[in-house]
């Protein structure tokens, strides 16, 4: 079982789009049972809130759906419970990198820099830019490129 968790401010726009993504691929690739894909956000402002409108709308136009989804934040205790942790801009990763116990700190990762080529590159908040699109587009290629990495692992 591999458990991955993605991050970023709200958990309304990008996090919850990958957590969707990430769910509808390893379910296409047969691997549903294999892993264990939640999202978080590192504040409080929206928990308890459905995923954005924007970040709803792109998904069903991809053929994805988000059942029960709600934001919540991220917990100490996550940083013990996921493998890896993925932020969606510079910002998050320096606060998880700020609540995290050492121990735990190489889970953290940029989400874009499992991208060959696009690595260090922040996934920007539609929230702010409106472009859900674009958002889809690098979430489709970050979750991509790691569900290939973890299936050239051993998934056990
Ligand atoms: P997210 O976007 O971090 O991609 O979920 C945001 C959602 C809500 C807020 C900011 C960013 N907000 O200020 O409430």
New binding site residues.
């Given amino acids: 079982m591999v458990k991955l968790l993605y991050v970023?401010?709200?958990?309304?726009?990008?996090?919850?789009?990958a957590e969707a993504f990430m769910q509808h691929a390893v379910t296409k690739a047969g691997l549903k049972d294999k892993f264990q894909i939640e999202s978080a956000?590192?504040?409080r402002?929206?928990s308890g809130n459905p995923p954005?409108i924007g970040?709803k709308k792109i998904l069903a136009t991809h053929g994805i759906e988000t059942v029960n989804m709600f934001?919540r934040q991220v917990t100490i205790a996550d940083f013990n419970e996921f493998d890896a942790i993925y932020g969606?801009d510079r910002h998050?990763i320096e606060d998880l990198n700020s609540i995290c116990p050492t121990e735990f700190l190489h889970k953290i990762h940029l989400f874009m820099d499992s991208v060959e080529g696009k690595q260090g590159l922040d996934?920007p908040?539609?929230?702010?830019t409106d472009n859900f699109a674009l958002?889809y587009q690098l979430i489709s290629e970050g979750c991509s490129a790691q569900l290939k990495q973890l299936q050239d692992t051993k998934l056990d």
């Fill in positions: 970023c401010l709200g958990n309304i726009c990008r996090s919850p789009m956000a590192t504040s402002w929206e954005h970040t934001s969606m998050n996934v908040d539609p929230w702010y958002t």
